[in-house]
């Protein structure tokens, strides 16, 4: 797959990326999908990325994500598919998460405990 930027969605998966993701992400109002799976990026899940309020669709699993689901990811109150399985992500699940109206949340084999707040 081509990395692909079309309009409103970002297709980088299996691109090689590596380093962190720019906090500027966020500054990308009209983005409906992104999906970065399948790379080698690391660092935290910046809080910057609540500010996609048009997002449907995050796919950021396999790739090395540490530290925790940001809990203003609760904000994205359009998100449909939450796919963040396959990291180093730790910690509980944020209760904001149960606000979301999810079809589809996938967090296996990470470091997270808890249930998936109602």
Do not use: M, W
């Not at 399948?38 to 699993?61: A, E």
């Not at 963040?84 to 949340?105: K, Q």
């Amino acid at each position: 797959c081509d990395g692909t930027f079309r309009g409103t969605e970002v297709n980088l998966k299996n691109q090689g990326l590596s380093g962190t993701i720019p906090s500027q992400l966020g500054n990308i109002s009209q983005l409906t999908y992104l999906n970065l799976n399948g790379n080698s990026i690391s660092g935290t899940i910046p809080p910057d990325t609540s500010k996609l309020s048009q997002l449907h669709s995050l796919y950021l699993y396999d790739n090395d994500f540490s530290g925790t689901i940001p809990p203003d990811t609760g904000k994205l109150s359009k998100l449909t598919t939450l796919s963040l399985h396959s990291n180093s992500i730790s910690g509980t699940i944020p209760p904001e998460i149960g606000g979301l109206s999810l079809d589809h949340l996938a967090l296996y084999n990470n470091d997270i405990s808890g249930t998936v707040p109602s």
